[in-house]
């Protein structure tokens, strides 16, 4: 059953998806829809699994590394003291990773609580020209490191 995580990845295929940052070997690193917490992204898996536990071991090894070195560039980029990492396929039951930095200055009511306490509704949206810097050096940073195919 075809999700919208199978239709990002197809719109990140074809060129078509504005927040496409990068095609890694696991799949595609994307901006997130929101940006409460500037740098939020997701990595994609091409092509898509229904979950972790239904990839191929070498290849959930790599998505795996992938993910984490998204988040290595993701947390030197934006000077966040922690990056979070879910993936829950609850609502989209493909396999996404969600890669989330976490910042110092956040409000206290919400610093130490899952980032699906922020109000979703309210925050503000990506914008191609504001989030165009950001998308660049997170593809700089992982180019640097050799992940980018």
Request: hydrophobic share 40%; proline share 7%; charged share 25%.
């Amino acid at each position: 059953m075809p999700t919208l995580i199978h239709e990002r990845v197809r719109q990140c295929q074809t060129g078509e998806y504005a927040k496409a940052i990068c095609r890694l070997s696991s799949g595609w690193v994307v901006l997130g829809d929101v940006q409460h917490l500037r740098g939020y992204s997701l990595l994609l898996p091409d092509p898509v699994v229904p979950h972790l536990n239904e990839m191929e071991p070498e290849a959930r090894k790599v998505f795996l590394y992938e993910m984490s070195v998204v988040g290595d560039v993701i947390l030197k980029i934006t000077s966040a003291v922690r990056i979070n990492y879910e993936m829950l396929g609850n609502i989209e039951p493909a396999l996404h990773a969600h890669i989330f930095p976490r910042f110092e200055d956040e409000p206290d009511e919400l610093k130490l609580k899952p980032v699906w306490f922020y109000d979703w509704d309210n925050a503000p949206e990506f914008d191609a020209s504001r989030d165009r810097e950001l998308m660049q050096a997170i593809a700089e940073g992982l180019e640097r490191r050799g992940l980018i195919v």
